[in-house]
């Protein structure tokens, strides 16, 4: 029920920040396969096309090839920090969490390993679990706009919609431009029945040169929210066929007709399974 909405709403929410949480972790070999040097080539070379893989979104022969490379070395960490990435790129979300606990074992204060938990953790759809971690990483990362985000989306998960929306707004301040950031506040806004404001973060980035379908349908959906269907589905032929907007409007109003807001509204999603990866 109501997964033709935007589609998938409740997980748009989940995971509209995390482009950027693991994104870019791959640095360069620094000799940490010790003494083997006949075989050292060979495995920087491997790692090597790991990483073009991991940068090019292959992130299946990603992961083939560096835990091949982490049964060549089990201590390295960078490559299991590297694996569990991959992993959850993959939907592996488990094995990442394993993968990156392995990295914690070695670096207690892994920032990148805390916040792959936490983010395998809302992809499994355990937020009050994720905020363990999360807590752990804004204790280390205090002015980090991924962090923040990521506990906005953790309490918008749980239901916390004034503490998501302060944590998104903190993110805002420390980097104006982020449009992942803006999209879940907006996305968040609607869910509490904040329209006029959700309707005014969302369409200031909605019809930009980088803005994305899902952005235009939290737009359409917070239009829909507020009882204006002709703008809502005026918005959503920009990228839905027409059956699906039609679908979406007649679910716009049996969620107005139903009264659901705020962690109410939230309940009606719970039943989703599939998370898109990112809002970019």
């Given at each position: 029920?109501?997964?033709?909405?935007?589609?998938?709403?409740?997980?748009?929410?989940?995971?509209?920040?995390?482009?950027?949480?693991?994104?870019?972790?791959?640095?360069?070999?620094?000799?940490?396969?010790?003494?083997r040097?006949?075989?050292?080539?060979?495995?920087?070379?491997?790692?090597?096309?790991?990483?073009?893989?991991?940068e090019?979104?292959?992130?299946?022969?990603?992961?083939r090839?560096?835990?091949?490379?982490?049964?060549?070395?089990?201590?390295?960490?960078?490559?299991?920090?590297?694996?569990g990435?991959a992993?959850?790129e993959?939907?592996?979300y488990?094995?990442?969490?394993?993968?990156?606990k392995l990295?914690l074992?070695?670096?207690?204060d892994?920032?990148?390993?805390?916040?792959g938990?936490?983010r395998?953790?809302?992809a499994?759809?355990?937020?009050?679990?994720?905020?363990?971690?999360?807590?752990?990483?804004?204790?280390l990362?205090?002015?980090s706009?991924?962090?923040?985000a990521?506990?906005g989306?953790?309490?918008?998960?749980?239901?916390?919609s004034?503490?998501?929306?302060?944590?998104?707004?903190k993110?805002?301040?420390?980097?104006?431009?982020?449009?992942?950031?803006?999209?879940?506040?907006g996305?968040?806004?609607?869910?509490?029945?904040d329209?006029d404001?959700?309707?005014?973060?969302?369409t200031?980035?909605a019809?930009?040169?980088?803005s994305?379908?899902?952005m235009?349908?939290?737009?359409s959906?917070a239009?829909?929210?507020?009882g204006?269907?002709t703008?809502?589905?005026?918005?959503?032929?920009?990228?839905?066929?027409?059956?699906?907007?039609?679908?979406?409007?007649?679910?716009?109003?049996?969620?107005r007709?139903?009264?659901?807001?705020?962690?109410?509204l939230?309940?009606?999603f719970?039943n989703?399974?599939?998370i898109?990866?990112?809002?970019?």
């Open positions: 029920m109501f997964s033709k909405i935007i589609p998938h709403l409740r997980h748009v929410m989940l995971l509209g920040t995390f482009a950027v949480v693991l994104g870019g972790c791959v640095t360069p070999l620094t000799g940490q396969f010790g003494d040097s006949e075989e050292s080539p060979k495995l920087a070379a491997n790692l090597s096309v790991a990483n073009s893989a991991q090019a979104g292959d992130y299946r022969t990603a992961v090839i560096y835990k091949n490379l982490l049964d060549a070395n089990s201590n390295n960490m960078d490559v299991a920090e590297k694996l990435t992993l959850f993959i939907g592996a488990h094995d990442a969490i394993s993968t990156f990295v074992a070695s670096d207690h892994n920032v990148s390993a805390i916040m938990i936490g395998s953790l809302l499994l759809h355990s937020p009050d679990q994720s905020l363990v971690y999360l807590g752990r990483a804004r204790n990362a205090p002015q706009v991924t962090v923040l990521a506990m989306v953790a309490n918008d998960g749980i239901g916390e004034s503490k998501a929306q302060m944590l998104y707004r993110a805002l301040e420390i980097d104006p431009d982020g449009t992942g950031v803006k999209s879940n506040l996305l968040s806004l609607a869910l509490s029945g329209y404001e959700a309707i005014e973060v969302l200031d980035i019809f930009t040169a980088d994305t379908a899902r235009r349908q939290n737009l959906f239009y829909g929210m507020k204006d269907f703008a809502a589905a005026l918005i959503a032929r920009t990228d839905l066929p027409e059956m699906e907007v039609q679908e979406n409007i007649k679910y716009f109003k049996l969620i007709k139903s009264g659901a807001t705020g962690p109410k939230g309940m009606l719970d989703e399974n599939s898109p990866a990112d809002t970019h």
